[in-house]
């Protein structure tokens, strides 16, 4: 494994704080660490997931999973999986989610896109890992309508304690105004089952026009989620402007399009609102646009300065945004990782504690992120 | 038109004009019709709001179709008027050349662009041909106000 040795100290990270404004001056100090390469030549990659047996799921685009044992990533890849996945035009989704009991079952979820160029959506398909292969493939969900566009597609996903499945839906971009429409499930948080329905205390369930898999509403492209002591959090793109940090209500509306902090790519108005009554305010907006790619809450013991924090990996703004929220809800933050120059997919904790990170793009890294001083 | 007398300083006075002309109408078009969605799902967008919002736009997205109107009539207009010489009807040939003009960058920007539709008004057919006559109203504006150059009106 090659080691590339990055010290970085707090005064360095302190330097490239703040991309928000009216945010208290830094968070608590940092650590210093250093970036271990556990892979290169990943294509596309999209998403890490960790087994309780000690390996490591890494997913990519073009519908490959590959194992890491030991540290090291194998040659090969899972087999078993479906032939002719469709290729979203913008990397993914792929994301992996395990199944909270699969030391009994081996079962893997997946989210990747569906359909064609003309009509296509998100599809979840349930397998078992068995050795270095899946086994028992089906499909447990796909989101409808099926749109014509490949952008803003969400595709994360995340288990609740209580063992249902959340999935993020994108809005499809050019049908912006369907997150506010109940009916279907582009721009909201959808809530499954491990068997792909709806669960029966889910927020609309029974109310007519409603679909019954709707947890929140009103998003834009979540690309990030998180589960902290039972509630989930996402971070989502904006548009120009306005990705947000929000932690998630059942059945609460975050109002996009209606509300944002950003404006169109063309500088055109989205909304003339940033509030509206009914509407939940994000936790954090980031302005300009930093675009999680993902979401992680650190409660590791390796780094000691970083638990409890939300690490957020920035494809645009090629960093890692540490975000501490305070028991009165002020926000504190701080960058890191930026010497990388690297957009970064995600970000995930492993058992022993270390950070493991996925670059983005064609010829794309997995790195492991460990304290400068075992 | 002969390169002399496009060069011509009421020639030009009158492609800034058309130009900012369809840059504005085009705008006023995209606020508006961004705003009909706003309140298609039932959130009141009072006058000021809409006023403000406007301006707002005035500011920020003729940054970006303020270029799209200068470029499209840049390559519009001296065909329209390379005809209008030659057949007549210059002033509906120049605000034909606007509109289809505008029709052709678009599919030409969306084709390129990262995003499915870069302009939000555009995402629908009312939307685009009302910036399509919004851009065919601006380079009309230039057959009225450039002075005509050939015999044939």
Request: glycine content about 10%.
């Amino acid at each position: 494994m090659r080691v590339t040795v990055l010290l970085n100290v707090l005064a360095l990270s302190l330097g490239l704080l703040g991309a928000v404004g009216a945010m208290p001056a830094t968070a608590a100090p940092s650590a210093a660490y250093r970036v271990e390469t556990i892979a290169e030549g990943l294509d596309r990659p999209w998403a890490i997931a960790f087994l309780p047996d000690g390996r490591a799921l890494v997913s990519e685009s073009p519908g490959r999973l590959r194992l890491v044992v030991g540290g090291v990533l194998q040659a090969t890849t899972v087999a078993g999986l479906p032939e002719g996945m469709y290729l979203d035009k913008h990397d993914g989704p792929m994301d992996i989610a395990i199944d909270p009991r699969f030391a009994e079952n081996g079962f893997v979820y997946l989210s990747h896109a569906y359909g064609s160029d003309a009509a296509n959506n998100i599809r979840v398909i349930r397998a078992r890992l068995v050795g270095d292969r899946v086994d028992e493939v089906r499909t447990l969900f796909e989101a409808l309508p099926l749109k014509r566009t490949a952008s803003n597609a969400g595709g994360r996903m995340a288990f609740l304690p209580d063992e249902t499945l959340l999935l993020t839906i994108g809005d499809a971009f050019i049908q912006r105004e369907q997150a506010q429409n109940p009916a279907n499930h582009l721009g909201k948080t959808l809530r499954l089952t491990r068997d792909g329905r709806a669960p029966a205390d889910n927020p609309f369930m029974g109310k007519p026009g409603v679909a019954p898999e709707i947890y929140t509403l009103g998003h834009r492209n979540a690309q990030g989620i998180a589960v902290v002591d039972g509630v989930a959090w996402i971070a989502e793109h904006g548009p120009r402007g306005g990705d947000e940090l929000n932690r998630l209500k059942p059945g609460a509306n975050y109002g996009w399009p209606l509300v944002t902090h950003g404006v169109d790519y063309t500088w055109a108005r989205v909304s003339p609102y940033t509030e509206l009554p009914g509407m939940e305010a994000p936790v954090l907006s980031w302005t300009p646009s930093p675009a999680p790619g993902g979401l992680l809450h650190y409660t590791g013991t390796l780094f000691p300065a970083w638990q409890g924090d939300f690490l957020v990996p920035m494809l645009a703004a090629k960093r890692v945004q540490r975000v501490r929220i305070a028991a009165d809800g002020s926000v504190s933050q701080e960058a890191l990782f930026a010497e990388l120059n690297v957009r970064i997919r995600d970000l995930r904790q492993a058992p022993d504690g270390a950070l493991w990170m996925l670059t983005a793009g064609k010829n794309a890294r997995l790195l492991r992120i460990v304290p400068a001083t075992p | 038109m002969p390169l002399k007398s496009a060069l011509r300083p009421p020639v030009i006075s009158a492609f800034l004009l058309a130009t900012v002309v369809a840059t504005v109408l085009s705008t006023l078009v995209q606020t508006q019709f961004n705003l009909a969605e706003i309140t298609a799902l039932g959130v009141d967008v009072p006058v000021a709001v809409r006023l403000r919002t406007t301006g707002q736009d005035l500011l920020g997205f003729t940054r970006t179709i303020g270029p799209i109107a200068l470029c499209l009539l840049l390559l519009a207009l001296p065909v329209a008027t390379w005809f209008a010489r030659r057949h007549g009807y210059r002033l509906l040939l120049c605000f034909l050349a606007g509109g289809v003009g505008f029709y052709a960058a678009v599919g030409i920007i969306d084709a390129f662009a990262p995003m499915p539709t870069l302009i939000a008004a555009t995402r629908g057919a009312a939307g685009k041909l009302s910036m399509a006559l919004a851009m065919g109203i601006g380079a009309a504006v230039f057959a009225l106000a450039a002075p005509r150059t050939g015999r044939v009106s």
